[in-house]
Structures are given as C-alpha cells and as structure tokens.
T-cell receptor
Framework: LAKTTQPISMDSYEGQEVNITCSHN???????ITWYQQFPSQGPRFIIQ???TKVTNEVASLFIPADRKSSTLSLPRVSLSDTAVYYC??????????FGKGTRLHILP | DTGVSQDPRHKITKRGQNVTFRCDPISEHNRLYWYRQTLGQGPEFLTY????????KSRLLSDRFSAERPKGSFSTLEIQRTEQGDSAMYLCASSLGPQNTGELFFGEGSRLTVL
C-alpha cells in the first residue's frame, strides 16, 4: 500500500486560497488519489478524487502531475468553516483503505 | 436513505466488560469498514467486509475484537474484556463495491469510554 506524507498543520486566512500538498512516491498504477475532510466529533467526509491531471468540483480542485507521485488539494477562498483535518489517501481498487494523520488546517479571521 | 448509522453514539463501560457496536450501512453498499480513532490521530483501520465476507482484519487488533456482517447488511463490532486503551471513537463506513471505485460514507461514530 502506498504511504502518503502531508504537512501536519497549516494556517491561512479567510478569503485566501489554500493548497495542501501530499506526496505518495510509491503509488501503484491502479491507485486513485482521494481527499477527505473531518470536523471534530464527526466521521470523515469525501471531498474529491482523481487519477491524473486536474479534477474540480464545487468544493475543491485536485491537481495531479504526470508522474502521480504527489497531489495538491486546492481550496478556493476559504472561510472559518473550512477549519478541519484534511486527509490525503491513495486508494487501491481492491485492498483496504488506510488513513494517515492528515493536515490540520486552521483558518484565521 | 439517511446514510450510515451507528449505535450507540456513546458508551461508557467499566474495564473488563464486553461492548458491542452496530453499524447500518447505506442499503446498496457492498463494502463496509470499521476504523478506530483516538484524539489527534487519523482513523486506524480495523477490518473490512465485502458483503458478508470479512476480507481482512488488522494485525494490530487483538483477539478481543471481533466483527461480523451477517447477510451482508448491518455489521457488529464486539470488544470483549475492555481495557482503558480501547477508549476511542469507532467509525463505520460503507461504499458501493465490489471495488474501491467510489467514496466512503462514514457514520457519526460510536464513542467508547472505558473506566
């Protein structure tokens, strides 16, 4: 299973764009990259998933370079409510799904 | 469908007692996961099912933990002879299987406190 490495914590200000980068050097050919968000006392919530290049939805964008050894979650114009833990996962198509420690994002007013 | 539900939401027990948690996944979901989470840590994989078949159980999990998913619908996680170190949030998640091609939907969790 591919291991992920992401910053332990990040601070940003309201209205800014936040980029969280995750490295996954030993990603396998069939693995997908998925990001989850978790608020205190709640289960994680799916944000976005991609395989390569760029994926965008109403919440975030996910940038994946050609070698797929890293990925960047981009949150546009964050607000205080975006304060949460963000997990980068490399998801195999037919194996268990493992979470790392995530990135604690703190949005300041 | 209201999503993944877990019961009970909170459980306080004394050391040495047995506890059981129940998870009802989204009805058409084939895969079901159990995770454990302690403060400041990410969810730790415990076990997962494809329909009624238990595909894997974490090697870090002691024999006091057992899970089942009869008939491929709801699942139970039992902890026997609880210890204080078992205090954690127990999370259940389900996904549309049979492979990991979609998102995991998590329940709100069952918080266990062992006194």
């Amino acid at each position: 299973l591919a291991k992920t490495t992401q910053p332990i914590s990040m601070d940003s200000y309201e209205g800014q764009e936040v980029n969280i980068t995750c490295s996954h050097n030993n990603i396998a050919t069939n693995d997908y990259i998925t990001w989850y968000q978790q608020f205190p006392s709640q289960g994680p919530r799916f944000i976005i998933q991609g395989y390569k290049t760029k994926v965008t939805n109403e919440v975030a964008s996910l940038f994946i370079p050609a070698d797929r050894k890293s990925s960047t979650l981009s949150l546009p114009r964050v607000s205080l409510s975006d304060t949460a833990v963000y997990y980068c996962l490399v998801v195999p198509t037919d194996d268990k799904i493992i979470f790392g420690k995530g990135t604690r994002l703190h949005i300041l007013p | 469908d209201t999503g993944v539900s877990q019961d009970p939401r909170h459980k306080i027990t004394k050391r040495g007692q047995n506890v059981t948690f129940r998870c009802d996944p989204i009805s058409e979901h084939n895969r079901l996961y159990w995770y454990r989470q302690t403060l400041g840590q990410g969810p730790e994989f415990l076990t997962y099912f494809q329909n009624e078949a238990q595909l894997e159980k974490s090697r870090l999990l002691s024999d006091r933990f057992s899970a089942e998913r009869p008939k491929g619908s709801f699942s139970t996680l039992e902890i026997q002879r609880t210890e204080q170190g078992d205090s954690a949030m127990y999370l259940c998640a389900s996904s549309l299987g049979p492979q990991n091609t979609g998102e995991l939907f998590f329940g709100e969790g069952s918080r266990l406190t062992v006194l």
